[in-house]
């Protein structure tokens, strides 16, 4: 995988037919899955993971519910890693704590076989403790959604991982995350046929203290709105192989205080971001570096404080709507070509 010269150092069941109507009563619990399922440290892990006599762990409760159910966090704890391969809702209340601690491969995998599967993760922690997976990791095939969640320390992996397998046509929705102390806060890696596109929207990320705060891979669709991007290695990086097409919106951001801000149109694809209403600031290398088979566009954004405000590289090109604000860097570099102001 081809990284920045900056990183140099710094690293990237059915039930069977009951013969008696005593013989099922006394096979239900065992064997019948539920629609909504619990967990609670007080919990003993058992066949029903009811609300009376809850379970103890995710993987317990996952194995309990029905596909389309959900298993709810009664009380604050510990609840261990999971492999969700089911439409699956793990959901855990305002002022709840629901944690996940880490110590060999991913917290929370989601392996879901058909594209019409979704799985939900509400107010989740997951916590490394040494591990080198990551912390949430799609690889299966439908719609993830996160919320309220916040993931760190996978020094050597991604905080959320969004790996769709080939044919998966895979969704990201992610909201209200925070994402500390990863290689990748959040990786979004599509496939290399347009088929293969994965989509994302990212509303209200913080990403701090990453190596990469967004890294994007290849035949990608995707959508930032209202996040904080800061004080990472390289802020948000776009990775394109041969006839791939990526595509990157950012709207009302900071991308501030990284050692680069932007750097995209490395390898060679196409590359097309779009920057509106942010600010890009107190970078200590550049705001925005353009490389090969990239074009940005900028619209309202502020570029200032910054080494180098645009950095355009061989192949690269930076487009305005002109009513942009870009002062105040050491050096500001070439100004932007003018287009499509009305």
């Not at 037919?17 to 013989?23: F, G, K, T």
């Not at 379970?55 to 969700?84: H, K, L, M, W």
């Not at 769709?164 to 496939?191: C, Q, S, T, W």
Request: glycine residues 12%.
């Amino acid at each position: 995988m081809i990284r920045s010269s900056l990183l140099a150092g710094a690293r990237r069941v059915a039930a069977p037919v009951a013969l008696s109507l005593a013989v099922a009563t006394a096979s239900a619990p065992a064997l019948a899955a539920s629609q909504r399922t619990f967990v609670s440290t007080t919990g003993v892990d058992n066949p029903a993971c009811s609300i009376a006599a809850p379970c103890r762990g995710f993987a317990a409760a996952i194995a309990a519910t029905n596909a389309g159910g959900e298993v709810i966090v009664q009380d604050s704890g510990g609840y261990g890693p999971v492999t969700v391969a089911k439409s699956v809702s793990i959901l855990a209340p305002a002022g709840v704590y629901a944690g996940i601690s880490v110590f060999s491969g991913n917290g929370v995998t989601v392996a879901t076989p058909a594209t019409t599967d979704k799985v939900v993760l509400q107010g989740l922690v997951i916590n490394s403790q040494g591990s080198n997976g990551n912390g949430i990791h799609f690889t299966g095939a439908g719609t993830l959604e996160v919320a309220r969640t916040r993931v760190s320390g996978f020094q050597s992996g991604s905080g959320v991982r969004f790996d769709p397998a080939i044919g998966g046509e895979g969704r990201l929705h992610a909201v209200d995350l925070a994402l500390a102390g990863n290689d990748e806060a959040v990786a979004v890696l599509g496939g290399l046929l347009s088929a293969d596109t994965a989509s994302a929207v990212l509303e209200r990320i913080e990403a701090t203290g990453n190596t990469f705060g967004l890294y994007i891979d290849s035949f990608a669709d995707i959508v930032v709105v209202d996040s904080t991007i800061a004080q990472n290695i390289i802020g948000v990086y776009t990775l394109t192989s041969a006839s791939t097409l990526l595509l990157l919106t950012v709207d009302r951001c900071a991308v501030s205080r990284n050692l680069a801000g932007f750097d995209v149109g490395n390898d060679t694809g196409t590359t097309y971001v779009t920057i509106t209403g942010s600010t890009l600031a107190h970078n200590r290398n550049w705001a925005v570096s353009a490389g090969n088979n990239s074009t940005t566009r900028l619209a309202g954004t502020t570029i200032a404080q910054n080494a180098v405000g645009i950095l355009l590289q061989a192949g690269g090109v930076v487009e305005s709507q002109g009513n942009n604000f870009i002062w105040g860097n050491t050096t500001n570099g070439p100004a932007p070509t003018v287009v499509g102001s009305k």
